[in-house]
C-alpha cells in the first residue's frame, strides 16, 4: 500500500483549562493566503457541554480501528471556518467512518476563513470529557499572537503515514453521500430510545425500518429500511444522547449500497456520522468517483470551479455555473474531481457541497485511483477496439474483455464480483476513454 507522510507543526499543544480552549493549528489554507499557523476563530461556544462531547467523538474516530482494531497512528481532525460555522471533521484509521461536527452557536471574532489541522492530544481528551454544565466555552482557534511570540521555539512536532487508501477514502465518502436522501428522522426522545437499542456488536447488520413516527431494527431488509452494518461503529453517538434534539438517517433511496450516515442534532450544532457498506471494506474502493475523473474535461472544469471557490458555506452549483460558464453537468463533474483532491465536502442536511482544504497535494488525484490509471493506459497503448452497437472489446493480459460501454457491463471478474456497485472496472473506464477521443473509428 502506497502512503505519503503528513507532518504536522504546531506552536504549541492544544489546552482546555480556566474555560478556555485552545486550539492549535498545523498549516492549512486561508483566504489571506497559506498560513503556518493560521488563526480563524476567537469567541464563545454558547454549549459547552455539546460542544466538547461533539469534538471528542470526532477525535476518537480519528483514533480508531474499527476492522481489526489494533494500535496505530492517529491523524488529527480537520477544522474549516467559513464565517457562518465550524466544521470538523476526521476519519477513521481504518477507513471505513467519517465523522463531522458542525458548530453554528459561535458568538465572537471570526478572523479568516479556511481550513487547518488542529491538534488533539491526551490531555486535552481528558479534559474535554470533564465539560459539563450550561456554562459557554470559550474557544480560540488558532494561536493568538502574543501565544506565538513567546513560545521560545516551544514546537509540538508529529508525522504520521497517510496510506492512499486513507486519502482516497475522504473523497469517496462525498461523492457517495451527495446521493443519499433523507430517509428517516425522529425526535429527541425518540431517537434515543432508538440508538439504545441497536446491539453492539461490532459486526452487526440490521435495519433501521419505519414504524409510525418511530423507527426499529430488523435482522433483515425491509421497505423503507436504511442499513446499519457493523452496528458497534455508531457507538460513538453514545455520549452525545444526552445531548440529542434529533436523529435524522440519511441513505440511497433506491437501496444500492447498505452505506448510511446517521445525523444527530444537538444544542447549536450537528454530529454525522458516515459508515461504509461493511465494517471491512472502507470509502476508498467504491469508485464512485471515477466516471466524472476519467472525463476529458474534468481536470481543466475543476481549475475553473476551484478558483471561484472562497469557503463559503454552501457551493451553489447555479452560481458556480453562471460565473465559469459551464453546463451544470460539467460543473458537477468538477466538483467530484474537487472533492478527490480534498477540496470540497458534501453536507447531507444542507443537500450541498462545502468548500475545504484537506491537507494533501491534489496533484495525487491521479495516483489515488488505480483503477483509473490502468485504464488509461489501456485506452493510450491501443487495447481498446470500439465496436458497434456501443461495445468494445479490451485486450489485456488476462485475455479480451468484452464491454458494454453506456450500461458498464464487463466479462472481466471484478465486474461478475461486483456487478457494478464499486463503480467501473477498468476496462469499461478505458472503453468509455476511448469512446471519447475524437476522430475515433468504430468497427
Known sequence: MTQAVQAYSYAGSSTLAGGRLGLSTSGGTALSGPQT?????????????????GLLAVADVALTRYHKPRPGWTRDPVVTCDGERLRFESFSACGGVYARLDVTGLDGDVLDRGTTN??????????????????????????????????DGAVVEKKVPLPSRWLRGFAEVQVIA?????????????????????????????????AGRDLRVSTSPAP????????????????????????????????????????????????????????WRGFSGEGAVL????????????????????????????????????????????????????????DLHDAGHFHRE???????????????????????????????????EVTTRGGV???RIAEGACTCPWWFDHRGSRGPCKHVLAARVRARTPAEATL
Open 37 to 53: 499557523h493560521p488563526r480563524f476563530f476567537s469567541g464563545l461556544l454558547t454549549h459547552a457541554a455539546p460542544a466538547a462531547a
Open 291 to 346: 466516471d466524472d475523473l476519467a472525463t476529458d474535461e474534468a481536470a481543466g472544469d475543476a481549475d475553473v470551479v476551484g478558483m471561484l471557490l472562497n469557503f463559503e458555506p454552501t457551493v451553489e452549483l447555479g452560481l458556480l455555473a453562471d460565473r465559469s460558464g459551464l453546463p451544470l453537468d460539467r460543473v458537477r463533474a468538477a466538483l467530484t474531481q474537487l472533492g478527490t483532491a480534498g477540496r470540497v465536502g458534501y
Open 224 to 279: 423503507g429500511g436504511v442499513c446499519l452494518s457493523g452496528a458497534g461503529r455508531v457507538a460513538t453517538l453514545m455520549p452525545l444522547l444526552r445531548f440529542a434534539k434529533a436523529l435524522r438517517v440519511y441513505g440511497p433511496a433506491d437501496g444500492s449500497s447498505t452505506a448510511s450516515a446517521w445525523e444527530v442534532e444537538l444544542p447549536g450544532m450537528r454530529y454525522t456520522l458516515a459508515l461504509s457498506p461493511e465494517p
Open 118 to 151: 488542529v491538534d488533539v492530544n491526551g490531555p486535552l481528551r481528558e479534559s474535554l470529557a470533564r465539560v459539563g454544565g450550561s456554562d459557554p466555552l470559550h474557544l480560540g482557534v488558532g494561536p493568538d499572537d502574543l501565544t506565538v511570540t513567546t513560545l
Open 358 to 392: 484537506l491537507p494533501y497535494d491534489k496533484e495525487q488525484v491521479a495516483e489515488l485511483n488505480p483503477r483509473l490509471t490502468a485504464a488509461r493506459a489501456l485506452a493510450e497503448s491501443g487495447a481498446v477496439r470500439l465496436l458497434s452497437g456501443d461495445e468494445a
Open 178 to 210: 451527495a446521493g443519499w436522501d433523507l430517509r428517516a428522522e425522529l425526535a429527541g426522545p425518540h431517537a434515543v430510545r432508538f440508538l439504545r437499542s441497536l446491539p453492539r456488536g461490532a459486526r452487526a447488520t440490521v435495519w433501521a425500518v419505519p
Open 401 to 403: 474483455r468484452r464491454v
